[in-house]
């Protein structure tokens, strides 16, 4: 379901020599008498209590994702409720693209998206990782119905002819450049399509609260992939939302982006890179 790279990284983080030991190794004289009593950072008794935080002092500390998994209850709608346990935080969106193209894809490999898009993917998938960001042809406006499927298809044939293996779809939702947003049913044929070639569907929700109502007859209202049911769709393990400050927040120097993921995998990939 990994690259050979995050298959690498996750079974470091299980190395207690190497990393900081999990909250449910530690020592507990009733819960956890075998536990690990660590010796890796000095003990200050004037140091007050709430200053003793360091076991949680990493980016996805309880503090961060407890709150962000109500926002995203609050705001995405998801159809079963987003836990802390489900969300990895790294330096912005833009990391997460970068980690996520080594954890998905071997180098050559390649991501699907539609054209126009946002195009800085090139760089953020491409740059370090050596994986292809790959085109399908659907028109502007095409993109966002029910039948864009056969143009990703297309895509992913004529990359499976030249030797490239395709390893993820991702969308942009609400659309950057386009400003519009994807109908669910549209959401629900692309996350079967991507069930049928056994890739990750990636949706890309940083714009997904800087939406406004155009006046627009008909204009589609936000709905996240994460409020979609994916049974009989797609596995759960092979959706990922990512999120983050700079758009709703106006707040561009504010680096945290949050990949939202039922995937353990995938998260315990992120966590080394962040």
């Not at 140091?47 to 926002?71: D, H, N, Q, R, V």
């Not at 409020?227 to 106006?250: N, Q, R």
Request: hydrophobic content about 40%; charged content about 25%; some cysteine.
């Amino acid at each position: 379901m990994v690259s050979r790279r995050a298959a690498k990284i996750t079974s470091m983080v299980s190395e207690p020599w190497r990393f900081p030991p999990s909250e449910s190794a530690l020592y507990d004289r009733e819960k956890n008498p075998n536990g690990i009593i660590s010796f890796g950072t000095a003990e200050n008794i004037r140091i007050p209590k709430c200053a003793f935080t360091y076991a949680y002092s990493s980016p996805c500390s309880p503090t961060l994702t407890g709150p962000m998994s109500e926002y995203i209850n609050m705001h995405f709608k998801p159809y079963a409720p987003v836990l802390p346990s489900h969300i990895a935080v790294a330096g912005g969106v833009t990391a997460l693209n970068d980690v996520l193209s080594f954890i998905l894809a071997e180098p050559g490999d390649a991501i699907l998206v539609n054209r126009p898009t946002y195009g800085r993917f090139e760089v953020d998938f491409c740059s370090r990782a050596d994986v292809k960001t790959v085109y399908a042809e659907a028109e502007p406006l095409e993109a966002f119905k029910v039948g864009v499927a056969k143009k990703y298809e297309e895509a992913l044939l004529r990359e499976e002819k030249k030797g490239v293996r395709v390893r993820a779809l991702i969308i942009v939702n609400p659309h950057n450049p386009l400003g519009r947003c994807y109908p669910p049913e549209t959401i629900r044929e692309l996350m079967s399509f991507c069930h049928e070639r056994k890739i990750h569907f990636i949706s890309d929700e940083i714009y997904a609260l800087s939406v406004f109502d155009s006046g627009e007859p008909g204009a589609i209202p936000f709905t996240s992939a994460l409020s979609i049911d994916p049974a009989g769709l797609l596995d759960e393990k092979y959706i990922h939302v990512t999120y983050g400050m700079a758009k709703d927040f106006s707040a561009p120097g504010l680096k945290l982006g949050f990949l939202i993921t039922r995937n353990e995998q995938i998260r315990r990939g992120v966590g080394p890179a962040r």
